[in-house]
């Protein structure tokens, strides 16, 4: 069994489409075990919050109907 701490070690990381390439809004995602997805910020890529497929894809919906404006 792959723990957290080895799956972030091991990610294939990419960056979002919605990142610019001026060092701005750079934020990186990773698919891991377990249909999980991991999120950070590529500036300081040390913390990552992890979420399930399901959550992931909740809070994309949220963004979209401008819940969080």
Same mark, same amino acid.
């Given at each position: 069994?792959?723990?957290? /701490? !080895? &799956? *972030?070690?091991?990610?294939?990381? $990419? ?5 610019? @390439? ?6 990186? #995602? &990773?698919?891991?075990? #377990?249909?999980?997805? &991991?999120?950070? !910020? ?6 990552? $919050?992890? *979420?399930? @497929? #399901?959550?992931?894809?909740? $809070?994309?919906? /949220?963004? &979209?109907? #401008?819940? $969080?404006?």
């Amino acid at each position: 069994m792959t723990s957290t /701490a !080895d &799956a *972030l070690i091991n990610a294939d990381w $990419f960056k979002s489409s919605y990142s610019d @390439g001026h060092g701005g809004n750079c934020v990186e #995602g &990773a698919h891991l075990p #377990g249909r999980t997805i &991991a999120v950070r !910020d590529s500036k300081n890529p040390g913390p990552a $919050f992890i *979420l399930t @497929g #399901g959550a992931w894809s909740t $809070f994309v919906h /949220a963004l &979209a109907e #401008g819940e $969080f404006s």
